[in-house]
């Protein structure tokens, strides 16, 4: 065979590697939408002036809209654009979508039935950006209705009844729960304040038994940055060993990334940089973030799952999976039978947004640069407060986290007069010892009733354990380990000092009972 071999993935990085087994019998068995298939067939006619009588379509001059303005702040003036905006003192530019003037993409041309990767235009911009900032190796993009949906559809891919999948040992529930309807299990990982052990990742894949427990679990679910609901942020050098582990246990990694363009303590150099070319301050703020499990992948084994919830707004509904092309197709097919692509006005902003009519990616890039100085302050002054009022208890501690929105904030159950721990020798590995999880719980709807301040309990976050798999010597079970509260430092600073004055006067009363 003459020329370059190219891999049925389409990574079109030389190695070929089939990764289609990992597909659930769901997705070998769903068949391109026929008329959507049609439609792309018509897309792709050379014909000029081809009349369409083909479509379900009304007709766009019964659309009952011609112009969207959008009204946002000014990124190219202020030195730190979310302060002046919030603020109300910083320039505003207006972006505007029109039905026949020209735009990056015309309201005459977003509002027509689509097909399932998006419409051309944002996923072009999208690729761009995501090109610029992840050089992922000839990946390909589809559009979502934010995370949840990527991820969701993402776990249809891959799950079948009696699949385990691998996450941290807290993970997020919103996730997790949905592949449980259709009879996959989770196995938790161990993880530390660094997040997910890859020894330990090692070690469950290692241990597993196929006769006994079934298929070895192929799918690991991350989140990487900021992790929800710990805070913990993967090293580079965690990242290149789970990568390896998943070479050689044949792995698929779902990244879900919601924050990982919140990432703080940048070297004060590089915040503060004097004026820059486009470029320039382009490659600067790519410099200044970790890599990525997408930007190593050389086999398609990582879908990156990115969204504009937590950088522009959660109702946006907007977001990307960036995966192979093999998955990419499936997950076209699966879209175009099911939610279709996002709603055009999402798809509308966020390209006149990237496009040469709005911020373009440098303002974009300038726009999380500051989001993320802002969200930095606001973690430290809930750190500043917390040391006051909380720590100064002697009954809790709270992490630093490099990313994201969330403080795990540990409570010291042992030091509780109504704290028991039963020594339990030879009994199975996750049976709870201590009576951790009801004094959390108690701890909660106190805080909640008599305080007027909520947290999340870790509890809600705690993957069971299963005695099949848990290690029997030495083992800590994770119930007694969920003695963690989540605390967001989203909020205002009025809202953080409140929580954490009311945190500091309920420990104080839950402990002296
Ligand atoms: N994944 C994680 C880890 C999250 O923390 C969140 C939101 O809190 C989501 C997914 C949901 O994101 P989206 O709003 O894009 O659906």
Redesign the pocket.
């Known amino acids: 065979m003459d020329g370059p071999q190219t891999d049925s993935n389409g990574t079109g990085n030389g190695r070929v590697i089939d990764l289609s087994h990992h597909l659930s019998g769901e997705a070998r068995n769903r068949v391109a939408n026929p008329l959507k298939d049609i439609l792309r067939v018509i897309s792709e006619c050379p014909v000029t002036d081809l009349i369409s009588m083909a479509n379900g379509d009304p007709h766009h001059s019964l659309y009952p809209f011609r112009q969207i303005t959008y009204e946002v702040p000014s990124v190219q003036d202020a030195p730190d654009p979310v302060i002046s905006w919030r603020n109300n003192s910083g320039l505003a530019q207006i972006i505007r979508s029109y039905k026949d003037q020209e735009c990056a993409l015309s309201i005459r041309d977003a509002f027509p039935y689509s097909r399932a990767a998006g419409l051309k235009q944002c996923i072009d911009v999208i690729t761009d950006f995501t090109n610029l900032i992840f050089a992922p190796p000839n990946h390909h993009v589809t559009l979502t209705l934010?995370?949840?949906?990527g991820?969701t559809k993402v776990f249809r891919l891959f799950g079948e009844n009696g699949d385990h999948f691998l996450t941290d040992e807290f993970s997020?529930p919103?996730?997790t729960n949905s592949p449980l309807a259709y009879g996959v299990k989770w196995v938790g990982v161990k993880m530390d304040s660094g997040g997910i052990i890859p020894e330990e990742l090692e070690k469950v894949l290692v241990k597993w038994d196929e006769v006994k427990w079934g298929r070895r679990p192929h799918v690991l679910y991350i989140?990487p940055v900021g992790q929800?609901p710990t805070g913990s942020t993967l090293s580079v050098d965690r990242r290149k060993k789970i990568y390896a582990i998943a070479q050689t246990w044949d792995l698929i990694i779902i990244e879900?990334d919601?924050y990982y363009f919140l990432q703080y303590d940048i070297p004060p150099n590089q915040t503060h940089c004097p004026p820059a070319s486009p470029d320039e301050f382009i490659k600067d703020f790519r410099s200044t973030l970790i890599p990525t499990f997408l930007s190593m992948d050389v086999d398609g084994r990582v879908l990156r799952i990115d969204?504009f919830?937590k950088v522009l707004a959660?109702g946006m509904r907007l977001?990307w999976i960036t995966s192979n092309k093999l998955f990419h197709l499936k997950l076209a097919d699966y879209i175009d039978s099911s939610t279709q692509p996002p709603h055009a006005f999402g798809q509308m902003f966020v390209t006149e947004m990237l496009s040469e009519h709005g911020w373009k990616v440098e303002g974009f890039c300038r726009w999380l640069r500051s989001l993320c100085l802002d969200y930095q302050s606001r973690r430290d002054f809930l750190l500043d407060v917390f040391r006051r009022e909380v720590e100064s208890t002697g009954y809790a501690s709270v992490n630093c986290p490099e990313a994201g929105m969330f403080v795990w904030i540990e409570v010291f159950f042992e030091k509780h007069p109504r704290f028991v721990r039963e020594q339990c020798f030879g009994g199975s590995p996750v049976v709870a010892r201590t009576n951790t999880e009801y004094l959390l719980k108690e701890l909660f709807e106190r805080l909640m009733n008599t305080q007027g301040v909520v947290f999340i309990p870790s509890s809600t976050f705690a993957i069971p354990e299963n005695p099949l798999w848990v290690e029997s010597d030495g083992h800590v079970p994770l119930s007694d380990r969920t003695r963690f509260l989540r605390a967001t430092f989203g909020g205002t600073e009025e809202i953080i000092e409140k929580g954490m004055i009311r945190l500091g006067k309920g420990l104080l009363e839950f402990f002296q009972d």
């Open positions: 934010g995370n949840s949906d991820i997020f919103s996730m989140i929800n879900d919601p969204t919830s959660p977001g």
